[in-house]
């Protein structure tokens, strides 16, 4: 940097704790006027703890922040607005039923009479300004994640914000809305606004940024110029060595022709009555993955309910090892062999509960005598798990104390430990670290080679890629197409999922 | 830390309440002496807490139960008056029948009408899924104007013509476990119960589902157990003990039915529940506070020619700072100075 230009904004010595968990221990970050910055590291690393603090949604333990060299004192996200910082969090805080222009004005409207239609010019010219295409007119809840998106960048343009956090803001995207997105920032540093990209994704970190400050454990471990360093020195400072894939072995291990899960024409309504599986059917053969990519929203959630056996189908027909499991429950489900790691770990533990109960609440019949917990099967179930699947936790330990990895370890042992014929597995390393993601990666091949016949759900499309024989795609409650994983490209997926037919 | 919060919330009611014990002309050492230290300094006071205490471990028993099922019983009056007035129908006919029959009859009439007066609750609840918090309410005043109904009308002393049914044979009387005290076997029994219920909560198969569906009904249901079903049988459960509890204060203390029969047992049930964490275990120090506290603003009132209502005033105020220090610990206050 040169000694003369006045960073937008200079973070120094940050600190923040969280019970006895270090986010931040130190942390320097400096943010030149009019760059594109990444802040990479992997989930947990604290970036976006970093930014929360920024933003003032977190206070700092300790440390200072100057915008444009000038000390602030940021304890909320109103302070933050007014030294010019936006922020466009992975929730977005949108009033659904209002219009854009509504939403983007919502809370500066100054005088008491709002003219609706100055304010849409003004909204329309920012949006064209920057390349955002969107209607000012248009409802909030008829608009795609991606739209909403837009509409989240506008307010903080809209509030003069010159600093403009993005965080993770490609995680909901499909390829095609990610360049476009690319596109506005790039029209963003040409007027001077300093961006903070957020991400995990190397690729794209190479493709749009202009520095980039990676983050481990809390710390920096290195700030340096894109076009200065490779994708492979990142992955490193990133994980602190060189990532290793999972290696999935290319034949198909035991591909068995019959399958072992089939849905055929299944209907199902989501949880505000509307259809969310439309006449969806699919198999799944003994001995293979099928991946199922889509956008968020498309029914993946209600696929896996439905599959798990707490969600009833409306019509259609579900079976596992030709056993008709339709509309059974969940305990006749798992009876009849399906495995069910769900989509959001917490919703299938009990958190105040021990670790070694929540192993044990599936199959709780089979820990218990006349009635009583045999506790000390109970405990010793617990222990060989724990050990099997080297799981950092005690069996009396309340599951909520463990760390995302642990509780997804936890449930994957629960689950595997058995030999399920059929998994259904949704979202299976969401904010997992590398070594918990490779762990659990792992052993999913490894249960495919044991023949388990297994539905992987994922947003992450680097993950469907990798781990599936075959890739379904799907789009508003349908199964677009499958693809053989040869064939699958991430264009191809993106074009399938943004709803094109080929 | 659990020790030294109960210490806490005395000296706060201390600092809160002492104005009005200043204004009624007396001393507010000497007051907080007789509220918690008097009752226990003699043998017959102290049993009379336990006497106090034998109805609220049952109540107390009853919301925790409840509440850690997820069943938000708030009708624990209204079981405890049902069962109340099933024991005095039972106790009223048993005349010719032995003490080893006729108790036990006595009270499991009791403990069946608890369930029955839950029952339609909590099936609305589990079959429809209306809220049984106002159901649960609303029955409550159907109960005490039961009640109402009965000492007014059929059950009307014959001889006094207060409204107060006449006694229950002698055989359905719970026998007495201090000569001479009103300390009876229903004591007794209550501990039993929330021994046995502690055991099943935390040791059996049916405890940890119950504990679970309470806890996280959707990861209850995710995992097989049947959320409904369970529920019904915590909300039996808990009206069953609260049945119990109104049995137990006509067989064991008043020997007939009266309006006050109650007198909010099954609401203070609520706040013993609360204090206790839903811990079975810890109903048992709280129902004895509370029945400390009980005896106290009685004896207060006595001693220092205070109006009653101040005891009861300074028993609120205990209530409801235990209850915000028992909250308020999870938050600590951080003093900032504005920046210019």
Known sequence: MTTDEVPAVRMRGIWKRFGTVVANRGVDFDLRPGEIHALLGENGAGKSTLMRILYGLYRADAGTIAVNGAPATIRSPHDAIAHGIGMVTQHFALVSPMTVTENVILGCDQRIRLDLKAAQQQVSAAADRVGLSIDPRALVKDLSVGQRQRVEILKALYRQARVLILDEPTAVLVPQEVEQLFATLRRLRQEGVSVVFISHKLHEVMQITDRVTVMRAGEVVGAAETSRVTPTDLARMMVGRPTIGVIKPRTISAAQPQAALQLEGVSARNNKGLPALRNLSLEVRAGEILGVAGVAGNGQTELAQVIEGVRP?????????????????????????????????????????????????????????????????????????????????????????????????????????????????????????????????????????????????????????????????????????ILDAGEATLEALGLLMAGLRR | MRVILPILAVIITFALTSALVLMVGASPLEAYYHFLVEPLSSRVSAVEVLVKATPLLLTGAAVAVAFSGGFWNIGAEGQFLAGAVAATAIGLNMHSLPPAVAVPLTLIGGVAAGMAWVATPALMKTRLGIDEVVTTLLLNSVALLAVSALLNGPWRDPISQWPQSPDIAAAAILPKLIPRSRLHLGFLLAILVVAALGFVLSRTAFGVRLRAAGMEPDAARFAGIQVGRVMLTTALLSGGIAGLAGAIEVAGIHYHLIEAISGGHGYTGIVIATLSGLNPWAVVPAALFIGLIDTGSQTVSRALGVPVYLGEVIQATLLLVTLAVLLLQHYRIRWERRAA
């Open chain 1, 313 to 481: 189908v409306t019509s259609g027909r579900l079976l596992v090892c030709g056993q008709d499991i339709t509309n059974a429950g969940p305990r006749r489900a798992m009876d009849a062999g399906v495995g069910r790691i769900p989509e959001d770990r917490h919703e299938s533990v009990v958190g105040a509960m021990s670790v070694a109960y929540n192993m044990a609440l599936e199959h709780l019949d089979e820990f218990t005598r006349s009635g009583l917990i045999d506790r000390r099967r109970l405990r010793q179930h617990a222990e060989r798990l724990i050990g099997q699947y080297q799981i950092r936790a005690r069996p009396d330990d309340p599951i909520r104390t463990l760390s995302g990895g642990n509780m997804q370890k936890v449930i994957l042992a629960r689950v595997l430990d058995r030999n399920p014929r059929v998994i259904v597995v949704s979202q299976p390393t969401r904010g997992l670290d590398v070594a918990a993601t490779e762990y659990v990666r792992g052993k999913l091949v490894e249960q495919r080679q044991k023949g388990a016949a297994i539905l992987l759900i994922s947003e992450d499309l680097d993950e469907i890629l990798e781990l599936s024989d075959r890739i379904a795609v799907i789009y508003e409650g349908e199964i677009r197409q």
